[in-house]
């Protein structure tokens, strides 16, 4: 059966708001400026305390860690559920939902928070893995995780596809040897996702992965 991976933020759903709120309200609470929500969104998609270097990179690790406590304390009560799921993703995983493949999740965000919002609009059952993060800040990168799910679920990478918005993903896809398929609707852009194929919209996505679902 092939397997299809899933990034989550910018390419099943636009967690921007939460996601901007999160780091407003930790920039708040310890005095720093605020950052534009157009330079946030470009830096959604790495893990977060990547992403809150990029974005203070004049702050100490301790700064940081402390920044990282406040972002999750507004984000596990509130932020969490300032999303809406794309046009025509539901519709996307009900279909693929009736074919013969493996769908799967594989984010920088906390597991723990992808389950929550899967629980709250009923999607978990479309999901056969959900390969998050931990709340711990040691985690493997997302080509890492990737490539430990390949090799001890004994998967062919050639029957594997990758779906992002970034090019974290990209790159994971390139170095575990699956497929890719970028998407445009997301937080990444073109230039990004350079050399890739790409998608503007869920329903071609959809039409794309039944496509490569199907094909020998």
Known sequence: MKSIFFDFDGTLADTGRGIINGYRYAFGKKGLPTVSESVIKKNIGPPLKEVLVNLVPTASEKEISELATLYREYFSSEGLYELEFYDGIPEMLECL???????????????????????????????AEIDGVSLEYTNKTKNERLNDRIRNEGLDPTECIVVGDRAEDLNAARRCGTDFIGVLFGYGSEAELNGSVTVRSAEELKDSLIAWTNSS
Do not use: D, H, M, W
């Open 97 to 127: 939902g009736q074919e013969n493949v493996r769908l799967c999740i594989l984010s920088s965000k906390p597991t723990v928070f992808i389950e929550r919002i899967l629980e709250r609009y009923a999607y978990g059952k479309y999901f």
